[in-house]
């Protein structure tokens, strides 16, 4: 993909879900409309293709507050050049414009301002920016690592379909560091570690956004990472990763292998038993997509053993989606795939309700699957009140295109029960919010 000289107008316009220019300027000419009350308002695609290059002059007035009310901040926080007379007011200028019902809205302001170095005019960030002679250090790299655990909180909240190409410019940024910037021995190898984690919350959110290919590649280039630069925490990560790919890639034996040799890279760090719980689970997935009941139940236990020990101090960011929701929502999908369905309701129902709003992702996984399972066991009652909450989280902000993908099984599920008013209602539902 190709980078604009203005990313932080780029990068906010991504996160809105406006993957072209021509999307863009519709949408700042529908803003300014609206803000302006002038319904001959208009900003067209070659006035935003100037925003977008490098260092473009500050707009007019009219175009500034379409702007702000399309961004919820103003052109001196969108890459625009201000003129030397112009006097901000800071204060004024960071505030956000959100309507606290319209979640899409805050979606989108979340993706746009939080843990993105280019999107806030810190004098870190402004050093961050690849030109020969930059000089880096413990404040830009402690910088780098806040912004990739913010993608991957995101991530966890609101999924990767909006994510995947923000995370993908601010990788670009970090190896354009990596090319150009000068820093210590010490701080190249963290430069190279922060690369390596990116690229597999990258190969992730690809994962999650459904874009399997472009997920396997990037899969396969941190790993590649991991192998020459012997970061053994970052090869378990990825083959984790790579283990649950398998399963929804229909190769269940390629996950198990998979999470056995992540378990054997966790051996040589020492992992706590967190990590071995994610991995142990990992297994068992893979071994449910075989049909293979024996196996698939030890690596439950072994799940369960291993996470009942505790929270370790080492536990690495990435096992903190694993908490007790999470996996009994794992075990139940392990027991939808073994065909269990009684016992698949009770787990992802259960699973639910425990989940909290910051694993809003998985949960809208879980009421899926839930729905799935629970149609399997001809109870409507809970295939539809499951099915409209994930259209809830759907309709609240929550982007996944793999739930998306489970609700359409769902859909298709449904239509042998068309006779139900309940069911008609559902279908009906679902139509509209997974097209």
Same mark, same amino acid.
Do not use: I, Y
């Given at each position: 993909m190709r980078t604009p000289g203005n990313e932080k107008l780029f990068a906010a316009r991504v996160a809105k879900g406006w993957f072209s220019q021509e999307t863009a300027a519709e949408g700042i000419s529908d803003a300014g409309r609206d803000a302006l009350r002038n319904p001959d308002f208009y900003v067209g695609v070659r006035t935003y293709r100037r925003w977008e290059a490098a260092n473009p002059a500050w707009p007019r007035p009219d175009r =500034? +507050?379409? !702007?702000? =009310?399309? &961004? %919820?901040?103003? @052109?001196? /926080? !969108? %890459? &625009?050049?201000p003129p030397v007379d112009l006097q901000v007011d800071e204060t004024a200028a960071g505030l956000e414009i959100i309507d606290p019902v319209n979640r899409r809205q805050a979606l989108s302001a979340a993706a746009a301002v939080i843990g993105l170095p280019w999107l806030a005019p810190t004098p870190s960030a402004a050093a961050a920016t690849g030109v020969p002679g930059t000089r880096i250090g413990r404040d830009e790299i402690d910088e780098l690592h806040a912004t990739a655990a913010d993608l991957d909180a995101i991530d966890q909240q609101f999924g990767g379909d909006r994510l995947w190409r923000v995370a993908h410019s601010h990788l670009q940024r970090v190896h354009q560091l990596i090319d150009h910037a000068t820093y210590s021995e010490d701080i190249g190898q963290e430069l190279h570690g922060i690369a390596g984690q990116l690229t597999t919350s990258l190969g992730w959110f690809c994962y999650d956004a459904d874009r399997q290919p472009a997920a396997r590649m990037y899969f396969s280039e941190a790993l590649n990472t991991a192998m020459l630069a012997g970061d053994e925490a970052l090869a378990t990560r990825t083959l984790s990763n790579m283990a649950r790919q398998a399963v929804d890639l229909g190769k269940p034996r390629e996950a198990v292998r998979f999470a056995r040799i992540?378990?054997? /890279? =966790?051996? $040589?760090? $020492?992992? +706590? @038993?967190?990590?071995?719980? !994610? !991995?142990?689970i990992r297994q068992a997935q893979g071994y449910a997509a075989m049909g293979d009941e024996m196996n698939c139940t030890a690596a439950i236990r072994r799940a369960w053993k291993y996470f009942d020990r505790g929270t370790d101090d080492r536990d690495p960011e990435w096992t903190g989606f694993l908490n007790e929701a999470e996996l009994v929502c794992l075990e139940g999908m392990c027991r939808l795939d073994l065909g269990q369905h009684k016992r698949a309701v009770r787990n992802l129902e259960r699973s639910a309700a425990l989940q909290d709003v910051e694993h809003s992702r998985n949960r809208g996984m879980c009421l899926a699957k839930l729905s799935i399972a629970a149609v399997q066991d001809r109870d409507l009652d809970r295939t539809v009140a499951a099915a409209t909450e994930s259209v809830r989280l759907i309709s609240s902000g929550? +982007?996944?295109?793999?739930n998306r993908r489970q609700l359409t099984l769902v859909r298709d599920s449904l239509h042998h029960h068309r006779d139900h008013p309940q069911a008609r209602d559902t279908i009906e539902l679902l139509d509209h919010h997974i097209a």
């Open positions: =500034a +507050t379409a !702007l702000r =009310a399309a &961004f %919820g901040r103003g @052109p001196e /926080h !969108l %890459g &625009f050049q992540a378990q054997s /890279h =966790a051996n $040589d760090w $020492d992992a +706590t @038993p967190r990590v071995s719980a !994610l !991995l142990a929550m +982007t996944s295109a793999r």
